[in-house]
């Protein structure tokens, strides 16, 4: 028979009031914090004692290091846990079927993988039929990515779709972090360290190498997820912005801890280079009844970003509206950033407005959790995924143009009960198979490859006479005529 209890945290880490029906969970609040929790009181060893030699209640102690032992402190992440049983009490791991849709390598010699131009876009992946029963974990469909976890270098991107809550199964990833979106229906995961109720609007990362599971409280859901490789997700600086602003530390939320006592079978199911192992054990996976450490899922409502372009003049480069950063190997680059666009303010005066036109180095993968799209006059339905690979022109249609340019700028609120993301990703990105053939829903951008800017004008045409009399005053040949 199982049995939990929803923990507090010891001394020195205050938590939240359960949020209510949505969400019956407590949380300790802090980006990057060094946090200490028990579930039942003084399960932590004493203060400056990790591994005493009798742990409080005949516990264990186990640590986790989500970084190497050898690592700049302010790069280090680990998390000491005090459980009824070492995780590493279970059977020999069996390699699973493989998942044809899971991908995690993404090379020219992957011949399930492929690089192209194009511009893409996928989704709202369908639900599965009724009569199907697919987990959080087997609804997971590769759309791409870039490098691979051997190297600890790269990143791939996910949608979901699923119906069906994980019951005795646990999901260890060994590969590398998620960020998970949510779009419909809400995932109450439980993790090693805690609970965490997670409903569309908020994002969510569990870092690799924790165990956790997801329950379906609301039925079918589905969303996206993006899995980076050897980096984990900070805050981005803030420069010359100051001291606020952009995402507040203070409202990234994460679990305390809560454990059963369960001694029936259990599975679980790990990820090492897309591959899948499963290995059973007689016990509960989440048995931790005290932990303290900084390598913790965490949980944050995108809402509460707070965006900082409204401006006199000229717009900043999207990354403005950047939540979080993975740095990748290459100093002060990021592997990834990602952005919200939540309602905001547009104050900019004698400047046009909509994006401008430009190509980028990155790849923008480009989703909508719900709400209206108000970046481009392009219909982004709630639930959809599109790419724009690195260096291929994009920018608005002409009509769009000649409005911006022509309108009368004053200052609106865009963005009302909307919440549209972008990742950039900062190299080329492979697609799967399942991306650009099996997913039913994979389709070229309607009206966007090519013949969306086919009507563009070119209106510098309209002003030759005027250039033609400013040439001839400067003593220079017309426009269309040879220098004498
Ligand atoms: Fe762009």
Not at 32 to 46: H, I, K, Q, R, W
Request: net charge negative.
């Amino acid at each position: 028979m199982a049995y939990s209890t929803f923990g507090t945290s010891a001394a020195g880490s205050r938590t939240t009031p359960p949020h209510g029906e949505e969400d019956p969970y407590r949380y300790q609040l802090g980006f990057g914090n060094y946090f200490s929790t028990e579930a039942v009181p003084d399960a932590l060893p004493e203060p400056g004692r990790n591994v005493p030699q009798k742990c409080p209640y005949d516990l264990y102690s186990e640590q986790l290091n989500g970084t190497p032992f050898v690592s700049y402190r302010d790069t280090l992440q680990h998390v000491w846990m005090y459980r009824i049983r070492p995780a590493v009490a279970h059977a020999r791991p069996r390699q699973m079927a493989p998942n044809p849709d899971i991908e995690a390598c993404f090379s020219k010699q992957n011949p399930n993988v492929h690089f192209t131009p194009l511009t893409h876009e996928w989704g709202p992946l369908e639900y599965p039929e009724e009569h199907e029963q697919v987990t959080f974990i087997q609804g997971l469909k590769t759309i791409g990515g870039w490098g691979d976890p051997t190297y600890k270098e790269g990143l791939a991107m996910h949608l979901y779709s699923c119906n069906a809550s994980m019951g005795k199964q646990a999901f260890c990833n060994n590969d590398g972090d998620f960020l998970i979106l949510p779009q419909v229906g809400r995932l109450d995961i439980q993790t090693e360290l805690g609970h965490l109720m997670v409903k569309p609007g908020e994002l969510c990362v569990i870092q690799a190498g924790i165990r956790w599971r997801v329950s379906l409280p609301d039925g079918p859901s589905r969303g996206y997820v993006q899995e980076i490789f050897g980096s984990h997700y900070e805050l981005p600086d803030l420069g010359v912005i100051g001291s606020n602003g952009l995402a507040h530390p203070r409202d990234f939320e994460y679990p305390v801890a809560s454990f059963d006592m369960d001694q029936s079978n259990w599975e679980v199911v790990c990820k090492v280079t897309g591959d899948f192992y499963s290995y059973k054990q007689n016990h509960t996976p989440f048995d931790v009844v005290a932990w303290h450490g900084s390598y913790v899922p965490f949980k944050y409502h995108m809402e509460k970003f707070v965006p900082l372009a409204c401006a006199a003049k000229e717009q900043c480069d999207p990354t403005i509206y950047t939540v979080l950063i993975a740095k990748s190997k290459t100093p002060r680059v990021s592997l990834s950033e990602f952005a919200v666009y939540t309602a905001k303010h547009i104050t900019a005066l004698d400047t046009y407005r909509p994006p401008y036109y430009h190509r980028n180095m990155s790849t923008e993968m480009l989703g909508m959790i719900y709400g209206e799209y108000h970046g481009s006059v392009r219909d982004v339905q709630e639930g959809c995924l599109s790419c724009e690979n690195p260096y291929m022109p994009h920018g608005d249609a002409y009509k769009a143009w000649k409005e911006a340019t022509t309108a009368e700028l004053k200052t609106e609120v865009v963005g009302r009960d909307a919440l549209s993301f972008m990742f950039h990703i900062n190299n080329h990105f492979g697609l799967t198979k399942f991306a650009l053939e099996r997913n039913p829903s994979t389709k070229s951008i309607p009206g966007y490859e090519g013949e969306f800017w086919d009507d563009l004008q070119g209106h510098f045409m309209d002003h030759l006479e005027e250039i033609n009399g400013k040439l001839a005053a400067a003593g220079l040949p017309k426009l269309g005529e040879k220098p004498v």
